[in-house]
């Protein structure tokens, strides 16, 4: 199931590996890799319009996922796209005194994953917005209460701050209202342009089936 942010079942784990060398482990991450790159190709098939790309974890640039790679053991980066689908797998080894590996992969709708950050913008930017005209009518107000002759100063201190509170909440929360509604707007329409694409169903359960098989590699790492 998709979240509000557009993620689609995420998964993680991390496998320390003490008492082995690092050469050993080492040899056993690039197995791991391998195994991965495979089942990612078999689970996301270019023939089926899915783009695939890997590259060294941590590196921006990636390379046709088909073409032999020669990835470090320090990780992989493996990426799966088609239309509104994207998915991720990163492969981490951490040659620290114990050495340990980490496998952590992600899948989301980019549409509304888009359309949740833009909707996140608008609802900061409409309560910056919002204050600001709250402030406005609050110094209105200020001058035009300093122009009169006020006979309890104190009073009208008083007065004042609690007016610019007032104006800079109330401000404030009527932005942000606001925003709220342009931001479920933007949220509504990624969702109905993702609804018209045929092949959503087939992205969640090729991606379900492949995070399966990986969380399973956390027990064959670990030796049992």
């Known amino acids: 199931m998709l979240d509000e ?12 590996c003490p008492g082995r060398r690092a050469g050993q482990v080492a040899d056993e991450v690039q197995a791991l890799v391998a195994w991965s790159e495979g089942a990612w190709r078999r689970h996301f098939p270019p023939e089926r319009g899915y783009q695939l790309t890997a ?9 046709p996922a088909g073409v032999p790679s020669e990835a470090p053991a320090q990780g992989v980066r493996l990426q799966a796209r088609r239309g509104d689908f994207a998915a991720d797998l990163t492969i981490e080894l951490h040659a620290a005194r ?9 899948a989301q709708s980019i549409l509304l994953g888009q359309a949740h950050a833009l909707g996140e913008r608008l609802v900061q930017r409409a309560r910056v917005v919002g204050g600001a005209a709250g402030l406005g009518m609050f110094l209105s107000l200020a001058w035009l209460m300093i122009g009169e002759n006020n006979p309890a100063p104190m009073l009208g201190g ?28 933007h949220c ?11 092949g959503v169903r087939d992205d969640l359960r090729r991606w379900k089936a492949v995070s399966r ?12």
């Open 188 to 198: 509504d329409r990624a969702r109905r342009e993702r609804e018209r694409d045929v």
């Open 158 to 185: 008083m007065l004042l701050v609690v007016a610019l509170l007032s104006a800079l909440i109330g401000g404030s929360t009527l932005g942000g209202w606001v925003g709220e509604r342009l931001a479920d707007h």
């Open 213 to 224: 098989q990986l969380t399973a590699q956390r027990s064959t790492l670990a030796g049992h």
């Open 5 to 16: 942010r557009g993620s689609i079942s995420p998964f993680g784990w991390a496998i320390a």
């Open 98 to 106: 114990t050495p340990s590996v980490r496998m952590f992969g992600r």
């Open 55 to 63: 590259e060294p974890a941590g590196v921006p640039s990636g390379v």
